[in-house]
């Protein structure tokens, strides 16, 4: 066992994917989630993200083996994706992203779980995550991300990372000449979240910008009130600490934002309804 590390060890957490482990159960869960999420993408999800899962070979077949996407992404960007078995700590992961390492759960959700599971499995990680790390400046975006974290979390600003994450690469969407598209892995592995985040009246769409989103708490219980809108599906934000640190400064004597929150200084692409989420309120 690999006991003898701290807990801030990434090593500590680092598992064999156990590819041969996997039931055909397994892989039939797998297929059945790929097939479901390739095709209610079309049109929804940025084209990068197509042509990473077929770069990758990430297939509705079956599971993939992380020995053959880890060849195709060296070799393109210089990533790895390693086997984790769940969540790992905060200063883990930005250490594993700051060392170009994508840290995704092996185990997949049981046929019963196929439409709601608590903690992400290889399906949210792998599907929903990889297909982007093909493309240099997103792979350079998530590494600046883990040497940032690693700054914040001497600073205090943890929770600011927490939310340019969510809100880029979990929940981020994009312009398009054809329209607005999915980056975020949250969205791209999630049926209604596709339809949700693109379609409906209910959300704001809101233009990318570091410090708005910095102070804008989030939900993670249900989908976004807000999307945060790239100018581009590769337009990731330039993190250069020597400006995050005065910004994080600025940004502690302002108050948090509430998910729905709308300010005149916004470049308001939709300004939602908020149906979905006030009906919900009324029913609960
Ligand atoms: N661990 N395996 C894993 N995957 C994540 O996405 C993850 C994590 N630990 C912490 C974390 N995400 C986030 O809270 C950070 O963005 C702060
Ligand atoms: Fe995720």
Known sequence: MADNFSDDDPRRYLRDQGFDAYTAEDHATWSTLAQRQ???????????????????????????????MNERLKATTGWEVVAVPGLVPDIVFFKMLADRMFPAG??????DQIDYIEEPDIFHD?????????????????????????????????HRLARLYWYTVEFGLARTPQGLRIVGAGIASSP?????????ASPNRIGFK??????TLYRIDDFQETYFVLDHPDAWPELDIDALLPLWRELDALEDLAPEAVLLSDHVLTRGSGEYHAAKRAAA
């Open 38 to 68: 390739r095709a209610v993408l079309k049109g929804r999800v940025c084209d990068a993200f197509i042509e990473g899962l077929d770069a990758l070979g990430i297939s509705d077949e079956g599971i993939p083996d992380f020995r053959v």
């Open 106 to 111: 092996y185990w997949i959700r049981r046929p």
């Open 126 to 158: 792998v599907f929903g995550h990889v297909p982007l790390i093909m493309q240099q400046r997103y792979a350079d975006y998530l590494e600046a991300y883990g040497k940032a974290g690693l700054v914040a979390a001497e600073h205090g600003a943890l």
């Open 192 to 200: 209604s979240e596709t339809v949700f985040s693109l379609e409906s």
């Open 210 to 215: 570091l410090a708005r989103v910095m102070r």
